[in-house]
C-alpha cells in the first residue's frame, strides 16, 4: 500500500524560506514520477513542480522558478520542496503525489496523493 506523507508546512513571512518533506513507502520510488502541487481555498489545485526521480530530470511552474527547488533522496525515499523568497500568493495546501506514468504538472492523472501540508506566507 503506497502511503505519501507531507511534512514541514507552517506559517512565515514573505521573503522567507521553509523546506516541505514527502516520505513515500510501498512505492518504487526510482521508477516514479513524483510532483508538488498545491490549492488555495477557493482555486483549483495547480501544478508547483514535478521529478522524474530515475533521471531527475524536473520542470517548475512558472510561477515558482527561479525561488523553488524540488529534490529527492533515493535512500530516504524522500521528496522536497525548498521554497525561498516565498510570496503570500504561496499561501495555500501544498500536496505530494506520485505515479509511474504521468509526469506532468498536470495534476490530473496521478494515482497516489498525500493529506497535504499548510504554507502560509504573511505580508
Known amino acids: 500500500q503506497v502511503q505519501l506523507v507531507e511534512s514541514g508546512g507552517g506559517s512565515v513571512q514573505a521573503g522567507g524560506s521553509l523546506r516541505i518533506s514527502c516520505a513515500a513507502s510501498?512505492?518504487?520510488?526510482?521508477?516514479?514520477?513524483m510532483g508538488w502541487f498545491r490549492q488555495a481555498p477557493g482555486k483549483a489545485r495547480e501544478g508547483v513542480a514535478r521529478i522524474y526521480v530515475r533521471l531527475g530530470s524536473t520542470d517548475y511552474a512558472d510561477s515558482v522558478k527561479g525561488r523553488f527547488t524540488i529534490s529527492q533522496d533515493n535512500a530516504e525515499n524522500t521528496l522536497y520542496l525548498q521554497m525561498n523568497s516565498l510570496k503570500p500568493e504561496d499561501t495555500a495546501m501544498y500536496y505530494c503525489a506520485a505515479d509511474y506514468t504521468v509526469c506532468e504538472l498536470n495534476p490530473v492523472g496521478y494515482k497516489y496523493w498525500g493529506q497535504g501540508t499548510q504554507v502560509t506566507v504573511s505580508s
Open positions: 510501498g512505492l518504487t520510488f526510482s521508477r516514479s514520477c
